[in-house]
Nanobody, 118 residues
Framework: VQLQAFGGGLVQAGGSLRLSCASSESINTFYAMGWFRQYPGKQREFVASITRTGITHYADSVKGRFTISTDNSKSTMYLQMNNLNPEDTFVYYC?????????????WGQGTQVTVSS
């Protein structure tokens, strides 16, 4: 499985971005997909995830502002990010979890930079 993340960029505080994560394979077979974010030299942090059945989870810091979704026909996952603030400045990585009960996701995208200016 290859994941390609894109959609990052520079935006002013209060603005919006939509990240996309395109999969080389159908996402219908994945147990879950989601996003982490990481600042260089810092520990990564969970952002959001969505299961095959549509159950979503969000980090408290993004609840009410970010929305995760999928389009099975396009094998793509999205992260709509609204009301962005400078604390959302990270590299965002998408992941796939096959449900094998491992500590780490099974596949990662290459990351897309999000920079929010004040």
């Amino acid at each position: 499985v290859q994941l390609q993340a894109f959609g990052g960029g520079l935006v002013q505080a209060g603005g919006s971005l939509r990240l996309s994560c395109a999969s080389s394979e159908s996402i219908n077979t994945f147990y879950a997909m989601g996003w982490f974010r990481q600042y260089p030299g810092k520990q990564r942090e969970f952002v959001a995830s969505i299961t095959r059945t549509g159950i979503t989870h969000y980090a408290d810091s993004v609840k009410g502002r970010f929305t995760i979704s999928t389009d099975n026909s396009k094998s793509t996952m999205y992260l709509q990010m609204n009301n962005l603030n400078p604390e959302d400045t990270f590299v965002y990585y998408c992941f796939v979890d096959l449900g094998r009960d491992t500590a780490e996701p099974d596949y990662w995208g290459q990351g897309t930079q999000v920079t929010v200016s004040s």
